[in-house]
């Protein structure tokens, strides 16, 4: 069984671009969540995908978006970036039919 | 909205001796689950345990239990014989049975000493 996995794993950006995160989800996972953890705290919920379509969302501005792909794979694309966009963000996987989450090891992104 | 607390920024305990992490949470609602996840320096955050509201019965995983007290609105994690290897981040999570998001509480900061 294949895990969560994510990349890439580091990942620096200047202020105002813009950045692409990725995530392949455990086998036999249809449902994807990306949260993002700054320094010290716990995750904050992002979104979900689940068929293709967002599920469900946290208090994140428009500038967060994502996707999901066929193979339930997906993205969380970042627009305009600020510097408190810096942060490790974590995706997790899990199944429709059960509530658990499973994570990735995360990619920590630096915007200077 | 849930909001999760956790009281206990940092604990310390030697090994093979027995710890026990608070975690206090809010919600209106009567169906949920609760977890304990451990994120060690590699980052990776591992589900230590999971409980479900409407069991009375505490779980159990190995060396891992619960102490789930839901009118208290209270879900502490004992850790008994420590390990060097449970040394991490716990971070205690809800969620609705409705829901799809984990709420987190700030986490502890667990140290195992020899």
């Known amino acids: 069984e294949t895990g969560v996995t994510q990349s890439p794993t580091h990942l620096i950006k200047t202020r105002g671009q813009q950045v692409t995160l990725r995530c392949s989800s455990q086998?036999?996972?249809?449902?994807v969540s990306w949260y993002q953890q700054a320094l010290g705290q716990g995750p904050q919920f992002i979104f979900q995908?689940?068929?293709?379509?967002?599920?469900g969302r946290g208090n994140f501005p428009p500038r967060f978006s994502g996707l999901q792909f066929p193979n339930y794979s997906s993205e969380l694309n970042v627009n305009a970036l600020e510097l408190d966009d810096s942060a490790l963000y974590l995706c997790?996987?899990?199944?429709?039919?059960?509530?658990?989450?499973?994570f990735g090891p995360g990619t920590r992104l630096t915007v200077t | 909205a849930q909001t999760v607390t956790q009281s206990q920024p940092e604990m310390s305990v030697q090994e093979a001796e027995t710890v026990t992490l608070s975690c206090t949470y809010d919600?209106?609602?009567?169906?949920?689950?609760l977890f304990w996840y451990k994120q060690p320096p590699s980052r990776q955050m591992i589900l230590v345990i999971r409980?479900?509201?409407?069991?009375?019965q505490n779980a159990t995983e190995n060396r891992f239990s619960v102490n789930f007290q839901k009118a208290a609105k209270s879900f502490s994690l004992k850790i008994s014989d420590s390990q060097l290897g449970d040394t991490a981040m716990y971070f205690c999570?809800?969620?609705?049975?409705?829901?799809?998001?984990?709420?987190f509480g700030k986490g502890t900061s667990l140290l195992v000493t020899p």
């Open positions: 997790a996987s899990s199944s429709a039919r059960e509530y658990e989450q499973y």
């Open positions: 086998s036999g996972h249809n449902t």
């Open positions: 995908y689940y068929r293709e379509e967002e599920n």
């Open positions: 919600t209106s609602e009567n169906n949920y689950y």
């Open positions: 409980q479900e509201a409407y069991k009375q």
């Open positions: 999570a809800f969620m609705k049975v409705s829901g799809y998001a984990l709420n």
